[in-house]
């Protein structure tokens, strides 16, 4: 497993994070550790599914989503 920290755009409030948290946990290989407001960190399979996969997940729901680090 790879840890990616996710920079989101367009986030407000507590029903964002809820929306981008069960779309996160809907992706292949993907264990959702946090999201906030303005970030995800996540645990992810590379086999299964990568950062830019997750981030068009993000965009199909209108928000903008950028690799914060990688560890």
């Known amino acids: 497993m790879q840890t990616l920290n996710l920079s989101i755009e367009g986030m407000h409030c507590g029903g964002c994070a809820n929306r981008v948290s069960a779309a996160l946990k ?5 264990k959702v ?7 995800a960190r996540l645990s992810i399979d590379p086999a299964k599914t990568s950062a830019a996969a997750l981030i068009k997940v993000l965009d199909d ?3 903008t989503a950028a690799v914060k ?3």
């Open 33 to 39: 550790e946090q999201v906030t407001v303005g970030s």
């Open 61 to 63: 729901l209108g928000f």
């Open 26 to 30: 809907s992706a292949p290989g993907t």
């Open 69 to 71: 680090s990688n560890s």
